[in-house]
């Protein structure tokens, strides 16, 4: 059974930081790109950051901020954010994509439930 499940949000003051964790199971990471995406109350889904194999991406607007990698665990994918700011609210999912990171969320079959982040002072 495919699964991914999101932890790691939390309530955080501008400027701090959080460490996001995307574990899944039932497929391999070898042959699925792993997407980390937000949704923002009214606002469209959109892809911040993406990892297929090592071959790490994060959107243009927050490079800087956000990394992307694979965890000590061989099934979960971390999306460090840093610099947090009231913007970045949002809550959080990561995804599944076979191949590689097309930046299309079309390509994108499995998805997790998704961790609240909160930016305020």
């Known amino acids: 059974q495919v699964q991914l499940v999101e932890s790691g949000g939390g309530s955080v003051q501008p400027g701090g930081s959080l460490r996001l964790s995307c574990e899944t199971s039932?497929?391999?990471?070898?042959?699925?790109?792993i997407g980390w995406f937000r949704q923002a109350p009214g606002k469209e889904r959109e892809l911040v950051s993406c990892?297929?194999?090592?071959?790490?991406s994060v959107a243009d607007d927050k490079k800087g901020r956000l990394t992307i990698a694979r965890d000590n665990a061989e099934n979960t994918v971390v999306l460090q954010i840093n610099n947090l700011r009231p913007e970045d609210t949002a809550v959080y999912y990561c995804?599944?994509?076979?191949?590689?990171?097309?930046?299309?969320?079309?390509?994108?079959?499995?998805w997790g439930r998704g961790t609240q982040v909160t930016v305020s002072a």
């Open positions: 995804a599944r994509a076979w191949g590689s990171c097309l930046w299309d969320q079309r390509d994108f079959d499995s």
């Open positions: 990892l297929w194999k090592t071959e790490a």
């Open positions: 039932g497929f391999s990471l070898n042959m699925y790109a």
